[in-house]
């Protein structure tokens, strides 16, 4: 596609329920990202795609949080039972290549947790 | 540890006049990338300007400009002939390439900047 595409826009769960967000990532780019930015705090990296390896799981906030890409291409972030410390704007970047200097960036999906 | 630090969490400037918002970085790295995006209401972080730290001239992208002092480590980004559009948040941000960690991010606080008509 012409960018990077995140879907949902928006998402209100109920805690405890399991929500998986989708970025499609601009064709080509082998590199995806996904950032975390909660109210009052920064940007938080979560984790990173190399085609469809994960060699850094690190930033996962918890074990709830899970991610996978498939194909080198669409990524989805799963957040199992959910809590309200969860809500947040989840954003996904692609990369052409891992060590590419730009990284293009979605919309995000704001997530409200109540 | 790579961090970024914005020191100003607010700005605020008269449109048409000239804005520079702060950056400052730490990394023993001695080739790297800098960044700015910028976030509108929209939440999509679009990259301002990046500069490439090998190099000593400043980048420079029509009214955006840094000011790059790498003995430093500052990348401020001055904006002039400020525009209504440009009101937004403002990250500076630092690839953290390190191994195993690929071409991530780090963001600094941000900077909301307002424009005044």
């Known amino acids: 596609g012409a960018g990077v595409s995140q879907s949902p826009s928006n998402k209100v769960t109920e805690k405890g329920k399991d929500v998986e967000l989708r970025c499609d990532p601009i064709s080509g780019h082998t590199a995806l990202y996904w950032y975390r930015q909660s109210l009052g705090q920064g940007l938080e990296f979560l984790i990173y795609f190399q085609g469809n390896s994960a060699p850094d799981k690190s930033g996962l906030p918890s074990d709830r949080f899970s991610a996978e890409r498939t194909g080198g291409s669409v990524s989805t972030l799963t957040i199992q039972r959910t809590q309200q410390e969860d809500s947040a704007v989840y954003l996904c970047?692609?990369?052409?290549?891992?060590?590419?200097?730009?990284?293009?960036f979605g919309q995000g999906t704001r997530l409200t947790v109540v | 540890a790579q961090t970024v630090t914005q020191s100003q969490p607010e700005m605020s400037v008269q449109e048409a006049e000239t804005v520079t918002l702060s950056c400052t970085y730490d990394?023993?790295?001695?080739?790297?990338?800098l960044f700015w995006y910028k976030q509108p209401p929209s939440r999509q972080m679009i990259l301002v300007i990046r500069?490439?730290?090998?190099?000593?001239q400043n980048a420079t992208e029509n009214r955006f400009s840094v000011n790059f002092q790498k003995a430093a480590k500052s990348f401020s980004l001055k904006i002039s002939d400020s525009q209504l559009g440009d009101a937004a948040m403002y990250f500076c941000a630092y690839p953290g390439l390190e191994y195993n960690q690929g071409g991530k991010l780090i963001f600094g606080q941000g900077t909301e900047l307002s424009v005044k008509p």
């Open positions: 990394t023993s790295e001695s080739d790297y990338y």
């Open positions: 970047a692609s990369s052409l290549e891992v060590w590419s200097p730009e990284a293009f």
């Open positions: 500069q490439e730290a090998y190099k000593q």
